[in-house]
């Protein structure tokens, strides 16, 4: 169990992030096509987990935002957008937005994503919802990188996964 914060309120989390070097647990989520996602899909590539609560929040959209504009700049990186929102809210967002270098992918279908991660919120005003992580994997499945952002209402520190993946 971790503790983070929602404007300052505690919250905390089903577990704990996976450590860096861990073997990541393998996720089945569901993709803006209803198709599902799993790790298993990115053998060979990176893969970036950007892990928030909701696109309807400005701190979330700007972080799918951000992680849209460095993916294009990556190679062999694949980023996927993780959280409880419906496939279809996922869609319309990424359509309004040019959203095309990220995966958007909803954890709504699987809880176990978010209690594998350890972010899966238990507890504060937005309890079933995820916490804001990034977790990086490797091309043979180990976590190079993660961080679990302490403040929800902060952005992660894009520079720090960048570098992780450079």
């Known amino acids: ?7 300052g309120t505690p919250c905390h989390t089903y577990g704990s992030l996976p450590q860096t070097g861990s ?5 089945h989520l569901t993709g ?5 996602i799993t790790l298993d899909n990115f053998k060979g590539k990176r893969v970036v987990l950007n892990i928030f609560p909701s696109l309807d929040t400005e ?4 972080s799918v935002r951000r992680f849209n504009v460095e993916a294009s700049k990556l190679d062999n990186v694949a980023v996927i957008c993780v959280s409880m929102d419906l496939p279809f809210a996922m869609a319309r967002f ?18 176990l994503f978010g209690q594998k991660y350890g972010v899966q919120l238990c507890d504060g005003p937005l309890a079933g919802l995820l916490s804001r ?3 990086i994997i490797d091309t043979n499945g180990k976590v190079i990188y993660q ?3 302490d403040e929800i209402t902060h952005e992660p520190d894009y520079e720090s996964a960048i570098s992780a993946l450079r």
């Open 32 to 36: 803006i096509k209803l198709d599902q």
């Open 147 to 149: 961080q679990l952002v």
């Open 94 to 111: 990424c359509t309004i937005n040019d959203i095309a270098n990220v995966i958007p992918a909803s954890a709504f279908r699987s809880p």
């Open 133 to 135: 992580a990034v977790v």
């Open 23 to 27: 073997e990541a647990p393998n996720f």
């Open 59 to 62: 701190v979330c959209a700007m």
């Open 1 to 7: 169990m971790e503790t983070v914060y929602f404007k």
